[in-house]
């Protein structure tokens, strides 16, 4: 009996000793398993963001790049437009003229018909068309046409010099002719150069008789009436021979206050190279 007790309670204890064994190792997996963090309650921490972080744009895309203007269908700066008036005008007029653009008469201002001249042109050499001149219309226009005589730029009315006085036949005189509104250029008894010329009017009357060039003054100013009078040639106190660019623009329409008048600038500036202090002035009527 004795025996069989020891052994019921040797497995008794074997039995608790297994049951306290597994109580524990039950509660430690309990444990770990409180302990492990949930996959599904995970946080990630976010990086604080000052608040004063600069926020950079975005740059803009560069705009799309068609094609550039070809210069060529640009005009330029106008030489010549409406408005206008001179002897500028006049060569212009007188040009177009020659190649039939223009058909009225050349009178030195820009009006209707000479837009409408230059429009013309302009489109038939394919520039833009504008009815002003720029640089490149007057540079093709020139090309094409000759220096207009002074019958082209005056409608052919110029004047025909009359009897030459005898005393231009002999040595350097500038020969006024009032009769036939002329000036001639004579040398020993060769006429160099005829220009028309204007005078004074019956209140300023320009002085007849022999005199001689006492001054010459390429770029001369009037103190007495403050206007221009380029390439004078001085004879008589005040009185001159010299361009007039009211001459050249209205004609007779006008009178000088005592001057010879030229409206040929070109003309009057080959004279005025020409002519020397101390040479004849004869103004005379024929």
């Not at 018909?113 to 489109?123: I, L, R, S, W």
């Not at 020969?175 to 004074?200: A, N, P």
């Not at 770029?219 to 001459?247: C, E, I, K, N």
Request: hydrophobic share 35%.
């Amino acid at each position: 009996m004795t025996s069989l007790r020891r052994a019921a309670l040797g497995l008794l204890t074997l039995a608790l000793l297994a049951t306290t064994a597994f109580a524990v190792g039950y509660a430690q997996r309990q444990q770990a398993r409180a302990d492990a963090p949930d996959p599904e309650r995970v946080v990630v921490p976010v990086a604080d963001t000052p608040d004063d972080v600069p926020t950079v744009a975005a740059p803009e895309p560069d705009p799309p790049r068609g094609p550039r203007p070809d210069p060529a269908s640009q005009p330029g700066p106008t030489v010549l437009g409406p408005g206008d008036e001179g002897p500028a005008v006049r060569d212009l007029q007188a040009r177009l003229k020659q190649l039939a653009w223009y058909s009225e008469d050349v009178d030195g201002v820009y009006g209707d018909h000479t837009v409408e001249a230059v429009e013309g042109f302009q489109d038939k050499r394919g520039f833009p068309v504008t009815g002003e001149v720029d640089q490149r219309t007057l540079k093709r226009l020139r090309s094409m046409s000759t220096t207009p005589t002074q019958e082209q730029l005056h409608n052919g009315n110029v004047n025909q010099p009359g009897r030459l006085d005898p005393r231009c036949r002999t040595g350097r005189a500038l020969c006024v002719d009032k009769s036939s509104r002329t000036l001639r250029w004579v040398v020993d008894g060769e006429v160099r150069k005829t220009v028309d010329v204007r005078f004074g009017s019956d209140y300023t009357p320009t002085r007849e008789g022999v005199f001689e060039v006492y001054l010459k003054s390429r770029d001369h100013v009037s103190r007495l009436y403050d206007t221009p009078m380029p390439f004078a040639l001085f004879f008589s106190g005040g009185q001159a021979v010299h361009y007039s660019a009211d001459f050249a623009a209205t004609g007779y329409g006008g009178a000088s206050h005592g001057c010879v008048n030229v409206r040929d600038r070109s003309g009057v500036e080959w004279l005025f190279d020409q002519v020397e202090v101390g040479d004849r002035v004869v103004v005379y009527w024929s």
